[in-house]
């Protein structure tokens, strides 16, 4: 279950159909288009200066957990989940780091390096490294965000759900992540509340390994 990211109702199976790459005849008015839901997304991140979300996570195994997210920018994240699931992941702005409280193991990485780089990081301009997914619902938006240069980064297709009263028109539905080790894990989400007050001790964590060698408070 070890990856950050869940189901949908439009359900996986839905998700999945969505997010399959295909080629359509590339038109100007296409590609214009394609840009303009680009800086959409763009503005979306810049504008969510905080939110929290219920998520249910489901793995390439079928796994499915559930939890609350929290987001606040720059780069903070936390995954908190469901009540007798023994894992935190929390990024604190910098990297992200998951703790497994059963085994007492703690890993860290650069959020740069991990395809939720793309959600949490508002100074990223995905016309760079995005590109929207045609899908057969015109109130879907789904972007797939990918660095050419890094493929060991992984992939992330962000699903939205086009809503004038969401930041930027948009509504955050879920994702889809592809790791290096092509492990899929999708997550959708409800209960979407922006704005919201979230302190930052949110994003600290308690250290389970011996000798005190805590790291996140």
């Known amino acids: 279950m070890k990856r950050i990211l869940a189901p949908s109702t439009l359900t996986l199976a839905s998700l999945m159909i969505a997010v399959v790459p295909f080629a359509l005849p590339t038109t100007s008015a296409m590609a214009q288009a394609d840009q303009s839901d680009l800086s959409k997304v763009n503005a979306y991140i810049r504008a969510v200066t905080t939110m929290t979300a219920d998520f249910a996570q489901t793995d390439r195994n079928g796994q499915t957990l559930t939890g609350q997210l929290t987001i606040k920018q720059p780069g903070k994240i936390r995954f908190q989940y469901q009540k007798g699931v023994p894992l935190l992941i929390v990024g604190d702005g910098k990297a992200l780091t998951m703790i497994d409280y059963e085994v007492r193991q703690v890993q860290r990485w650069p959020i740069g390096n991990s395809p939720l780089g793309a959600l949490i990081d508002p100074n990223k301009d995905l016309s760079k490294f995005g590109k929207v997914i045609p899908t057969?619902?015109?109130?879907?938006?789904?972007?797939?965000?990918?660095?050419?240069?890094?493929?060991?980064?992984?992939?992330?297709?962000?699903?939205?759900?086009?809503?004038?009263?969401?930041?930027?028109?948009?509504?955050?539905?879920?994702?889809?992540?592809?790791?290096?080790?092509?492990?899929?894990?999708?997550?959708?989400?409800?209960?979407?509340?922006?704005?919201?007050?979230?302190?930052?001790?949110?994003?600290?964590?308690t250290d389970p390994r011996p000798k005190g060698r805590a790291a996140g408070g």
């Open 136 to 205: 057969s619902d015109p109130t879907i938006l789904s972007v797939q965000a990918r660095d050419p240069k890094r493929p060991e980064y992984g992939t992330i297709t962000m699903i939205f759900k086009r809503d004038a009263a969401s930041p930027a028109g948009l509504q955050l539905y879920g994702w889809v992540a592809l790791d290096s080790q092509n492990n899929r894990t999708a997550v959708k989400l409800s209960n979407q509340r922006y704005g919201v007050p979230v302190a930052d001790s949110a994003f600290r964590w």
